[in-house]
């Protein structure tokens, strides 16, 4: 049962995630304020001012994007065709877990799919063909705005996460809001975990004989 291996799987992640961020929560005190501030200021908050869109500024009734002063921004948002590398990936990203995810559930539509345009070059005219790389081509910059720019705008929003949480502990410890809070999420991973295992345990095995089938065909011994 894929699905259901996921269902487990994904609630040992999601537990797993709450015991990280609980652990961090409660060993605020070992980690000391002053690194956690060196590690938003220094990092998280560079790379989020680095990934944010260049901005146009009107000038004279003229639109103008000023110059970058950043490295990522000169060299991967700035250029045209960097923009749209970096976009591609970003795109690629959601389009290669959902066709992984498939997969699981036995729907191989990503690789139907370029055996069918493979198979295309090989029963048609030239001028057929070179329609159908250009409407691709075309489809595929479609791609990269339609899902690249959103996943841009996600990965910023998730770079914002770490500066946020890490804003809230430096305002929290003192009072001991932080750690009352790290042991909940500590509690609530592990009940994640442990409900991941019950469920996993009380799955019917996949090695149980299917209708029509011997017990012994399975490996199992009949008392």
């Known amino acids: 049962m894929p699905i259901y291996h996921g269902l487990t799987l994904g609630l040992g992640l999601v537990g797993l995630s709450f015991d990280i961020v609980g652990a961090l929560l409660v060993a605020v005190e070992a980690v000391k304020l002053s690194n956690l501030r060196a590690l938003r200021d220094r990092l998280f908050v560079p790379v989020h001012r680095s990934l944010q869109p260049i901005p146009i500024v009107w000038h004279e009734d003229e639109p103008y994007v000023p110059r970058r002063q950043d490295r990522f921004g000169r060299w991967v948002l700035s250029p045209w065709w960097t923009w749209l590398l970096f976009h591609a990936l970003l795109a690629a990203l ?49 791609v990269i705005v339609l899902v690249g720019e959103p996943m841009h705008q996600l990965l910023i929003r998730l770079c914002a996460l770490p500066i946020t949480l890490l804003s809230f502990i430096d305002r929290k410890t003192p009072d001991g809001t932080v750690g009352i809070v790290g042991a909940a999420f500590l509690i609530a991973g592990f009940s994640f975990q442990a409900a991941g295992a019950i469920a996993s345990n009380t799955h019917p095995c996949a090695c149980a004989p299917r209708p029509g089938q011997s017990a012994t065909a399975t490996g199992r011994s009949v008392p």
């Open 94 to 142: 959601p389009i290669v877990l959902v066709d992984l995810f498939l997969q699981q559930i036995g729907l191989h539509i990503g690789r139907d799919a370029y055996r069918a345009y493979s198979h295309f070059f090989e029963h048609h005219a030239l001028w057929v063909e070179v329609l159908l790389v250009l409407g691709t081509i075309y489809a595929g910059l479609l």
